[in-house]
């Protein structure tokens, strides 16, 4: 049974820094696509970044040098470090997991089989 475990959100002053991680069993970070998405109340859930099995990484561009995801595969955990918070990144963070070793646009929820149950991120101006 694939279980993903979301934790390390909270709140935060804008230009602040928070880590998240998702620690996974039932699955290998090192063999699939993993990312993050978000949703904000009343919006889509989004892609905000991914990585796949060969350590590649995507970022959106809303996010793009503030934002940094990296896996651990001897922790079998996902992390994305956030720095530079904008009021604007507020929302559920969630760490979802695909099923190929490329990510298959990871911009969209549709691609994602397994997900964590979320953490909020609420970043104050």
């Known amino acids: 049974q694939v279980q993903l475990v979301d934790t390390g959100g909270g709140s935060v002053q804008a230009g602040g820094s928070l880590r998240l991680s998702c620690a996974v069993s039932?699955?290998?970070?090192?063999?699939?696509?993993m990312g993050w998405l978000r949703q904000a109340p009343g919006q889509e859930r989004e892609g905000v970044a991914a990585i796949n099995s060969f350590g590649n990484t995507m970022y959106a561009d809303s996010v793009k040098g503030r934002f940094t995801i990296s896996k651990d595969n001897a922790k079998n955990t996902l992390y994305l470090q956030m720095n530079s918070l904008k009021p604007e990144d507020t929302a559920m963070y969630y760490c979802?997991?695909?099923?190929?070793?490329?990510?298959?646009?990871?911009?969209?929820?549709?691609?994602?089989?397994?997900w964590g149950q979320g953490t909020q991120v609420t970043v104050s101006s």
């Open positions: 039932g699955y290998l970070v090192s063999t699939y696509c």
């Open positions: 979802a997991a695909q099923t190929g070793q490329y990510c298959a646009d990871y911009m969209s929820r549709w691609n994602y089989k397994y």
